[in-house]
């Protein structure tokens, strides 16, 4: 298939701003640029001009923003996701709306393909990939790292300069990182050895708990139908919120985590991660579930949450069984409705208290004090009823 334009995920880092070139060389075509604006600090404007002078004919930067908080972080957080019991996922549910955006800019400047930076030995690639084939089946997708000759970070550079393609003069940073408004990850270099502690200057959205304020600092956080609201009483919009608590949080120290885990391709893979606020928001959403949801559909959500997590890991988000699966988590979140007080503490995310004008939960039965809405002896047969198939086992 002959490709006479290409939209490239551009971040403006050393592999995309070679990927213009290398197309433009190796596929000669046009190729359009898009940065997706998810909240990571950086100057923007800045690399949208590098995406130009380096060889784009157009360059897009989106704002994507409320719409990444909105209807991605959110809809993972009222599953209560979490990989493998640890991993709240800021990279992977970034990916899908970003590879959504760039088939819907392929549409508007009918574009032949699109193209991405992630490399061969990652989960970005099937991220992006399943994510593009689902909104247009026919479009042909370049991954550089699986076809050129490069194989390093030197070899890059050097052909970066060998181009007139500017390179970073700052120090280098002996390990990668991502960051969006939900996290911030670190990978490879010296964190490859997963005996090795992360350097204490590494981390950047949150203090240590050592350095974090000796007063704790209590927060509340009102829901409405499973979705986070209002902070200390105040509306905030989807990203809004998120930033605040990622600065309160981020003083506190809180959201730091170090794990090994499993890469879709096969890989064990050791990841750093800061997430501040949304530590914040999977506890405080636990607690305001805890009143208001059902046992057994609580229950559900639990046993249904480690595969929804998977599919989010593992790029299906425009997948049917993860928008069903979603079907059924948003159901349960009608009612989630309530204020939940939490107290920040040197690295620690502690409920203090949850209240809703629609709790269920009863202090009348509750309580291990005199009331008159129980009868105990009704617990005598509802145990012979649970124990007869035990009983006749040992029979």
């Known amino acids: ?108 400047e009918r574009a032949d393909a699109v193209a991405h930076g992630a490399t061969g030995k990652g989960n970005d690639q099937v991220r992006f990939e399943l994510t593009y084939y689902a909104l247009k089946p026919d479009i042909k997708v370049i991954a550089p790292w699986r076809e050129w000759i490069f194989n390093s970070r030197e070899s890059l550079i050097n052909y970066a300069r060998k181009n007139g393609i500017p390179v970073p003069v700052t120090k280098k940073k002996p390990y990668s990182s991502d960051m969006n408004l939900f996290h911030i990850s670190y990978e490879g270099g010296i964190l ?79 990841g750093v991660y800061e997430t501040p606020g949304g530590t914040v928001l999977h506890i405080a959403h636990r607690a305001m579930e805890s009143i208001t949801l059902d046992r057994e559909v609580m229950h559900l959500k639990d046993a249904l949450m480690p595969k929804y997590a998977e599919l989010i890991y593992n790029g299906f988000w425009f997948s049917p069984e993860r928008l069903a699966l979603q079907s059924l988590m948003d159901e349960a979140q009608k009612g989630v409705t309530g204020t939940v007080r939490l107290k920040l503490y040197k690295g620690n995310c502690i409920v203090a208290g949850r209240k809703s004008p629609v709790s269920l939960y009863n202090p009348q039965l509750a309580t291990f004090e005199a009331e008159t809405v129980y009868n105990q002896q009704d617990a005598e047969g509802f145990i012979k009823l649970n124990a007869l198939r035990l009983k006749m086992q040992s029979l």
């Open 192 to 270: 490859e050895d997963p005996w090795a502690e992360p350097p204490a200057d590494m981390f950047t959205m949150s203090v240590s708990p050592e350095k974090a304020p000796a007063k704790p600092q209590y927060i509340e956080i009102g829901y409405v139908d499973g979705n986070p609201v209002f902070v200390d009483g105040k509306k905030h919009s989807p990203a809004n919120l998120l930033k605040k608590l990622n600065d309160i949080a981020g003083r506190h120290g809180i959201g730091r985590l170090d794990m090994v885990e499993n890469r879709y391709v096969g890989i064990k893979s050791r």
């Open 1 to 108: 298939m002959k490709v006479k334009k290409v939209i490239l995920a551009y971040s403006g880092g050393l592999d995309t701003s070679v990927i213009i070139k290398w197309l433009k060389e190796n596929y000669h075509c046009e190729v359009i640029a898009f940065c997706a604006d998810l909240g990571q600090g950086e100057d923007l404007k800045a690399v949208k001009n590098k995406a130009l002078k380096t060889g784009a004919s157009k360059a897009y930067v989106v704002d994507l923003r409320e719409e990444f908080v909105r209807d991605y972080v959110f809809p993972m957080l009222r599953a209560n996701a979490v990989y493998e019991g640890a991993y709240l996922m800021g990279t992977s549910i970034a990916r899908p709306l970003i590879a959504k955006k760039q088939i819907e800019i392929a549409r508007k």
